[in-house]
C-alpha cells in the first residue's frame, strides 16, 4: 500500500452554513475546483436537512460523491437513513454514500445519548442489508426497501477515531472514515485495528488483495502563515475542550503513536494550557495531524501522504472552532483550484481543476 502511485480521490466538509440554494450553488464551485466530493454535516439544531441540502447539491452537479458526514442512528432509524441514500442516489446515480457513527452534537443538541457499539454495529449491518439487498432483520423486525441502490463498494462507512470504533467499521463496514493524523506510525497502528475488527469478525482482511473495503481518511486542513496555523493547536474548540480534544481525545494517542507526546492540556492544577506549547512541539503535532500552512505546503503534504500511505480517500476537515464552525469553507476551495489541485495532477487527480465563481 505505501509508495503506490495511483489516483486518489478527496472530498470535503461542507457544513449547514447557508441557505440550501447557496450550500447547491457552493457545490458547483467544489466542482469546478477539482474536487471529488462534498459531506455535510448532519447537524439537525441548524436549522437546515443534510439530507435535504445534499440533494440540492445533487441537482446543482453532475459528479461530486454525495454524502452526510456523518449521520447517526440515535436521532434517524436505520430505515429512515437507507430510504434517504437510497432517495440521494436516485438523484446522483452511483454518487451518494452514507456515514454512520454514534452521535456526537446532532445527539447532544437532541438531549439524547449516543449509541452504544452494540447499537451501532447492528444498525450498521441493517443499513447494509437494506442499501446492498433491499432487505434487513432489526430489533427482530424483519425490514424492507421497495428501492434501493445497486450494491457496490463503498456505500455505508463508520466514522472512527478510537480503537474500539476502528475495530467495529472493520467487523460491519463497507468502509471506515478514520481520523487518525497523516503520520504512518499512527495510520498503521490505526490500520491494526481496523485489521483486528475484521479479523474477529471472520472477514478478509480490508487491506488485503482484492478487497473492496474502502478507506477514507479524515485530513484536518488549515490556511495561513506558520504563525497563525500554530494558533490551532494552542486555542480551544470550545469551553473546556482543548482544539486538540476535538472531536475526542483519540487525536492524542495517534499522535503519541506518531512519537509526538503531549502533556494533559487544561486550565486546571497540574495541566497545561495549550497556548504555552512551545513551536517545536506545534509544529510536530501540525505535520503529523494534517495540512497546515500555504497552499503549496499543503500540496506537497498531501503528495508525501499519498506517497507513504497508499491513500484511497481523503475526507478535508477544515480546521474550526464552536464559533465559526460554520462558515463555508470557501478558501480551501479557492486553494484547492489554483494550488492544491494542480500540484495533483495529471495523473494523479481526475480534474482539470478551474477557479470556482466567486459568490458574496
Avoid at 40 to 68: E, I, Q, Y
Avoid at 73 to 96: F, K, M, N, Q
Avoid at 221 to 231: A, F, K, P, S
Wanted: charged content about 20%; glycine content about 10%; aromatic content about 6%.
Amino acid at each position: 500500500m505505501p509508495g503506490e502511485s495511483r489516483a486518489f480521490e478527496v472530498a470535503l466538509r461542507v457544513p449547514l452554513g447557508a441557505p440550501l440554494p447557496e450550500l447547491a450553488a457552493f457545490a458547483q464551485d467544489v466542482e469546478r475546483a477539482g474536487l471529488d466530493g462534498i459531506g455535510v454535516p448532519d447537524h439537525h439544531h441548524t436549522g437546515r436537512d443534510a439530507f435535504m441540502a445534499l440533494g440540492a447539491m445533487a441537482m446543482s452537479n453532475g459528479s461530486l460523491r454525495l454524502f452526510p458526514a456523518t449521520s447517526n442512528v440515535v436521532t434517524r432509524h436505520p430505515i429512515v437513513l437507507a430510504a434517504l441514500t437510497a432517495s440521494l442516489e436516485e438523484l446522483a446515480p452511483g454518487r451518494a454514500e452514507l456515514t454512520v457513527a454514534p452521535g456526537f452534537l446532532s445527539v447532544e443538541k437532541a438531549g439524547e445519548a449516543r449509541a452504544t457499539r452494540a447499537v451501532l454495529a447492528d444498525a450498521v449491518r441493517t443499513l447494509r442489508g437494506l442499501l446492498h439487498e433491499g432487505r434487513a432483520t432489526h430489533g427482530g423486525q424483519e425490514l424492507e426497501l421497495f428501492h434501493h441502490p445497486s450494491s457496490r463498494p463503498g456505500l455505508v462507512h463508520v466514522l472512527a477515531s478510537g480503537p474500539r470504533l476502528l475495530e467495529l467499521a472493520g467487523a460491519v463496514g463497507d468502509g471506515v472514515l478514520m481520523l487518525v493524523g497523516l503520520h504512518p506510525d499512527g495510520v498503521e497502528a490505526a490500520r491494526a485495528h481496523v485489521r483486528a475488527g475484521a479479523a474477529a469478525a471472520g472477514r478478509p482482511d480490508p487491506y488485503g488483495p482484492g478487497s473492496t473495503f474502502v478507506e477514507t481518511l479524515i485530513v484536518p486542513i488549515g490556511l495561513g502563515t506558520q504563525e497563525e496555523v500554530r494558533q490551532w493547536p494552542r486555542s480551544w474548540f470550545r469551553a473546556g475542550q482543548p482544539w486538540l480534544h476535538y472531536p475526542s481525545r483519540s487525536n492524542l494517542r495517534w499522535l503519541q503513536a506518531a512519537g509526538v507526546e503531549l502533556p494533559e492540556l487544561g486550565l486546571d492544577a497540574g495541566t497545561t494550557d495549550p497556548a504555552t506549547l512551545p513551536d517545536e512541539l506545534v509544529d510536530r503535532v501540525l505535520d503529523a495531524y494534517g495540512l497546515f500552512g500555504p497552499a503549496s505546503r499543503c500540496a506537497d503534504r498531501l503528495l508525501r501522504a499519498r506517497e507513504e500511505l497508499g491513500l484511497q480517500r481523503v475526507f478535508l476537515f477544515p480546521a474550526h472552532a464552536w464559533t465559526g464552525s460554520y462558515d463555508l469553507p470557501r478558501d480551501i476551495v479557492e486553494a484547492w483550484a489554483g494550488t492544491i489541485g494542480p500540484a495533483l495532477s495529471p495523473p494523479d487527480h481526475r480534474h482539470t481543476p478551474t477557479p470556482p465563481t466567486q459568490r458574496r
